[in-house]
């Protein structure tokens, strides 16, 4: 089992930066596919990016377009998410997700078994 607990959002302006984190808690963080999703007001939740269990593949959204940046610290326990050139159209809350061990990483949400609680990431214009 795993337990995910996100921080590093807030209130920015467009095109500032911010850095998303997400600390998991369990022994197995590093044999896990990660992702980062998230879900504006009135929308389903939606795929960002990927990475998997090694740091390799990493697999992005069209909409981040060079923008976002994931990675991971498998020694640290801990996924990032820097995000750049900020618009106000990436206002949401961002969720962090494992998958299920052995899994792929990908975009569809069903593969993600344990979510973090999110961090809202709210950009003014």
């Known amino acids: 089992q795993v337990q995910l607990v996100e921080s590093g959002g807030g209130l920015v302006q467009t095109g500032d930066s911010l850095r998303l984190s997400c600390a998991a808690f369990?022994?197995?963080?590093?044999?896990?596919?990660m992702g980062w999703f998230r879900q504006a007001p009135g929308k389903e939740r939606e795929f960002v990016a990927g990475?998997?269990?090694?740091?390799?593949?990493?697999l992005y959204a069209d909409f981040v377009k060079g923008r976002f940046t994931i990675s991971r610290d498998n020694a640290k326990n801990i996924l990032y998410l820097q995000m750049n050139s900020l618009e106000p159209e990436d206002t949401a809350v961002y969720y962090c997700?494992?998958?299920?061990?052995?899994?792929?990483?990908?975009?569809?949400?069903?593969?993600?078994?344990?979510w973090g609680q999110g961090t809202q990431v709210t950009v003014s214009s």
């Open positions: 990475l998997h269990w090694d740091g390799g593949r990493p």
């Open positions: 997700g494992a998958t299920a061990l052995g899994l792929q990483v990908g975009p569809n949400r069903d593969r993600y078994r344990y």
């Open positions: 369990g022994r197995t963080f590093s044999s896990r596919a």
